[in-house]
């Protein structure tokens, strides 16, 4: 068998198993197999073969990991659901608020609403922002 065969498929070996344990360090050494596997092709030495793999898996290590390591660990964004979602929307004042009572609508919903500052008062039709959530009274302000 010829050696750029061995290398390719050690470095599809490596590469499978880089699938398995996502750990970005299999896939880079299988990426250094690869490049040693072309070198094997233009009938280098073996000496030649091991040290363009060990200066192909040095390189892959130093550019291709820290960018595979970036993607494996994105997060996902954040979803707020339920009322934290409702935080920073604009509500529509249905019933005047103010210290002890009022309600507003905030995407087709009802809800009890408080004003943040409590000498606040907002009166039907105003447009008020959502600051912040207390069971289910919200706590609003008056949007900018």
């Known amino acids: 068998m010829p050696d750029w065969a061995v290398w390719f498929i050690v470095g599809a070996a490596l590469m499978a198993g880089e699938l398995l344990v996502t750990a970005a360090v299999l896939g ?5 197999a690869f490049g040693a596997g072309i070198v094997a092709a233009f009938d280098a030495s073996s000496e030649v073969q091991i040290a363009s793999f060990i200066v192909f898996t040095l390189l892959s290590l130093v550019f291709a990991r820290p960018i595979a390591k970036r993607h494996l660990v994105a997060q996902p964004p954040e979803f707020r659901t339920n009322a934290p979602a409702l935080l920073g929307e604009e509500a529509l004042v249905m019933q005047q608020v103010d210290r002890d009572s009022g309600q507003v609508k905030v995407g087709g919903d009802v809800w009890s ?9 907002f009166e039907p039709g105003d447009r008020v922002i959502v600051e912040s959530v207390h069971r289910t009274v919200l706590n609003v302000s008056k949007g900018e």
């Open 113 to 121: 609403a408080r004003p943040v500052n409590p000498q606040d008062v």
């Open 28 to 32: 880079p050494i299988g990426l250094a």
